[in-house]
Structure formats: C-alpha cells, structure tokens
C-alpha cells in the first residue's frame, strides 16, 4: 500500500480550483502513482487514475488500492492469487494497473474508469482460472482485484450466508464449522478457489449427490453492471440472475457477493482412503466404480484419482487409483453400505476416519486425516504450473479402454484424472434450471491434469502435448455432439473469442460444449445487459450486436 501523502500548500498565483485542497491532493497522488513527472492529460493512463481518484470520493484510501508497475508492491499483488505459476513468466502480459477495492463504489469506479479509457478488464477472486484468464489479456488491461473483499455473513436460524466474491471456499468452511459445524455448502474441495468464479461456473464437490452444485442454492446476488449500477436480483431481473448462477465467471458483470442456502449435514461425516496400483486390479476397480458409484445412495460419494502422481505413500512412479469416499454418516453404517455396494473395493475400518464435514474437503485433496482446519484459511496451497481439461462420461469406459489409458501415464512424470460420480439429486434437477446443462445423462466427470515444477518452455510443452494426446484418445468414450466440457475447467484448446471482433460463430463452438442447450438464452442475457461487450475475455459469451 501506499504511504499516506501530505498535501503541500498551494503555490502563488494559481486559479481557485488549483489552488483547492481536492486538486492539489490529486495531483499529489497521480505523481506517486506514476513516480515520474506528470503526463499529459490526454494520456488514457493518467485519465485513469484521475477517474478513479475523482469517482472515489476519498482519493486517499483509493490511492493506496492502486498499484502500477512502478509501485514495489505490485509483482507481489499480482503473483499472490496467481495460482498458476505456467503463467508466471517474463513473457506473460501485464496490468497496467490493479485494483483492490474494498468496497461497492471502488467497484463501480473500476468499471466505469475502464470502459471511459478503453482498457480491458479482468476480474480476479480466488485466481484459480486454468487458463489465467482472471489475470492475463492480449490488450492493455487493469485487474480488478476481490482481494479485499472477503465478509462472509452466516445467518444460522435461517440457514443461509452472504459471502463476498473475494472470499474463498475455504474461509466460507471455515466460518461454517466454528459457526455451527452442521451447516455445508455445495461447493468444491480445494480451499483456496475463489467463490466469485467458482460459484458463477458451477461449482461442485462432494455434496454433488447430495444437494447439486454450488450455484444451485444461490438465492441472490449482488453485481455491478457495465453502467456502474449496483444490482440485486429484483432490479437485475430473474433473466440475469439465471445466468450468473453457471453460466460463466464475469461475463455480465461483476459479482460483488452471494447470497446462498445452506444445507444440513451431520456434525461428524466419516471418510475413507483405499489405494491400489495397476497390480493389485485398479483397472477392474476402476471399470466396477462407473455404476456403482453414480447408483449408491445420495449420502455416498465416492472420488477416484486415477494416474501417476508424486504421492509420497506410493512414489514419483507408481501408476494407480485412490478412492476418496464422504459419507454424510456414521463408520458402521459406511462399512455396511460398502460392503454391500462396492465389495471389490474392501474397505475396512483402518481405512475410515470421522471428521466434520468441512474438514473433509481437506482430506479429499490428500491431506491428512489429523490436519488442521486453519488450512481451510490458505490461499497458496497449489501453485504449481499445470494444463487440464474436462470430460462428461455418459456411458461406462469398457475395460480394454481403461487398460490402454493406465500405459499413457507411463509418458509423463505427473499426470492425473479425477473421476467425480453424478447421480443422486443431479439426476432430478432440470438441465435448464440454471446454465449449468450437465446432469441426469452423466455417469461422471473427469477432470484431466498435468503439472510440472521446472519454468522451462520445453517441459511445459511437453506436458500440454501429452495432455491433448490424452485428451484426444478419450474421444470415443465420453459425451459427443458436441463433446461437453466444465466452464470451471476452463480450455482453451476448445475454442476462443477474437478479443477485437467477437463472434456468435466463433463463441458457439466453445459455448454450446460448456453451455449445452443454454447457450442461446446467455447470449440473449448477454445482449441485454452488456451489448457493448465490454465484459469480455477470450470465452466470455458475447452479445448478438455489433460492438
């Protein structure tokens, strides 16, 4: 941040204005910003700042939440979300500003400023985009920043909670279980995703089976939209209100907060971890878990991480599956139900832990069973440079198939899939209640990753090629016309908007793959309350106007 200016007396001999404190501290400020002489006024970037700190209404504290180049702050304000580091390099494009608001009117400053300029916006939350998207643009550009806006709300006799877009998953769990620990939320298991483009893409975790994804039980919003209109979902109309629940992270504007139903769990969840290599039957395991993992009860849910990770029960070369189970209830009654259901599996009671629910989602991303909670509050627990992409199963992979992918995991040193079962609810929720269109017809969804440690163009486009010849092998097997794909994954292997002259053609490609049968209505929305395209990243729905 920024040190507080003095203001300086005014000198002899100017005009009123000029000499008025408001001036000179504003002049004051865009010398500090820009830490060399003042430029022309005609320059867009000085017409920036003097917006910002115009619209403001309190210079002072905006002056601290701006950061340029020339700021000592600003490579660590823009690595710090920056959860892939594939994108942490000379050679990626930078802001020419960010902006951490840390309240409603610094928002609606951005917006406005931007759009007057002709500067490009990306608006970042949690930073967890796979394709950096949130923080990269090919045309000059400022991020704006939800660093700073983190409240979480918890009304816990009406079940429900405001969280602030800049407010991760984590910290929303962590509230929750120091609130009332039987009280969950729908949403992903990593802990430092950000709720802004998590729950506006989806979001799914555990609980899917149970009670749907994140953006099914969103039961308000705040956005500011491309006019500076701060709007609820009475005056933002049920039109968009529709669309920001799955229908792709800031593509209408810019979630300020959500309002969200909470959903009942029991205070201890119990959890299991069962590993095995290609030796000891995976490929079979993995073939029996497509049905009866989409078929047990909606209290059951079982992930499996299939491949060659560097896990350091099993190490650096071992090709195998871990099945992760969450079971809203008691040990006994799991080990009934598996014993019932999965057999082949053979889950024994070593292999089970209780816990709160929240803090399984800890443990479904390979912590220990004993790890602390204040984990749930971090959010740098996987920078690592990595490629992925995500398929939709709609009919079980025959074993032969499975047989011939364990062999490509032998091509790369880290490369994973995990297999997330639908069923339950997902099958009971109309496809377009929300734009998220994937549910009854899916067995389960697969998300492909690759990560590598060394910055190193040759090794990054090794694993990216090894990933799409992966990729590329799984097409008979997954869904087809069109192939369909996880907005929260994003891809951009898929398809791209031309960021200059953005087309429905060129957007129907990617749209109807992430969007299904809802694409057209978001185009529609799209066309209502953005014509002009200013919210707009390389998949972002575009309007049906010219712009």
Not at 42 to 53: E, R, S, V
Not at 133 to 142: A, G, H, N, T
Request: glycine share 6%.
């Amino acid at each position: 941040m920024f040190q507080k200016p003095q203001q300086q007396p005014p000198a002899n001999k100017k005009t009123k204005e000029m000499n008025s404190p408001r001036y000179s501290l504003h002049s004051f400020l865009l010398v500090l910003l820009f830490s060399f002489p003042l430029i022309a006024s005609a320059n867009p970037h000085y017409q920036f700042i003097q917006c910002l700190l115009q619209r403001s209404g309190d210079p002072t504290t905006m002056s601290k939440l701006i950061y340029t180049p020339n700021n000592p702050s600003y490579s660590s304000v823009l690595d710090y979300t920056m959860q892939d580091l594939r994108f942490n390099n000379t050679s990626t494009p930078r802001p020419l500003f960010i902006v951490t608001p840390t309240k409603v009117s610094h928002i609606q400053a951005v917006v406005l400023c931007a759009r007057k300029v002709g500067l490009d916006l990306r608006i970042r939350s949690g930073g967890h985009d796979y394709e950096g998207l949130s923080y990269i643009s090919v045309l000059p550009f400022v991020i704006l920043d939800m660093i700073n806006m983190t409240s979480i709300n918890v009304d816990v006799a009406n079940k429900c909670a405001w969280v602030q877009a800049g407010a991760t998953i984590g910290e929303l769990y962590y509230k929750l279980v120091t609130t009332d620990r039987t009280l969950a939320f729908p949403a992903g298991v990593c802990a430092s995703v950000g709720s802004g483009g998590h729950f506006s893409g989806g979001g799914y975790g555990s609980l899917i089976r149970k009670y749907g994804i994140a953006a099914d039980h969103i039961i308000d919003a705040q956005i500011v939209d491309v006019n500076g209109r701060l709007l609820d979902r009475a005056s933002m109309g049920e039109d968009v209100f529709w669309a920001i629940r799955g229908g792709g992270g800031n593509t209408y504007g810019v979630v300020v907060a959500w309002k969200i139903n909470l959903v009942s769990v029991p205070s201890n969840v119990t959890v299991f971890k069962v590993q095995r290599t290609v030796e000891q039957n995976a490929n079979r395991l993995v073939y029996l878990w497509q049905t009866v993992a989409n078929e047990a009860p909606d209290d059951l849910f079982i992930l499996g991480v299939m491949g060659k990770t560097n896990s350091s029960q099993v190490g650096s070369t071992a090709v195998n599956i871990t099945f992760f189970g969450d079971y809203l209830g008691g040990m006994d009654d799991l080990l009934q139900l598996m014993k019932e259901r999965f057999p082949e599996l053979g889950v024994v009671k070593e292999d089970c832990t209780e816990m709160s629910w929240q803090g399984s989602n800890l443990f479904l991303t390979d912590f220990p069973a004993n790890a602390s909670l204040q984990f749930l509050l971090s959010r740098s627990l996987f920078k690592v440079r990595t490629k992925a992409k995500a398929d939709y199963v709609k009919e079980p992979i025959p074993e032969a198939a499975l047989d011939k992918l364990w062999k490509m995991f032998y091509e790369v040193e880290v490369g994973f899939l995990y297999l997330a079962p639908y069923g339950g609810i997902m099958n009971r929720i109309p496809e377009t209640s929300i734009p998220y269109s994937h549910r009854a017809e899916v067995l389960y969804q697969i998300g492909y990753f690759t990560r590598w440690d060394e910055d190193s163009t040759e090794i990054a486009n090794k694993h990216i090629k090894w990933m799409r010849k992966l990729y590329k092998y799984m097409a008979p097997y997954v869904s087809k016309n069109p192939r369909s794909a996880y907005i929260n994954y994003r891809d951009l292997d898929i398809g791209v908007n031309d960021l200059y002259n953005t087309s429905y053609q060129k957007a129907s490609i990617w749209g109807r793959k992430y969007f299904g049968i809802n694409f057209d209505r978001l185009v529609k929305v799209k066309t209502e309350i953005d014509p002009s395209n200013f919210f707009r990243n390389e998949q972002s729905i575009p309007p049906l106007v010219s712009w």
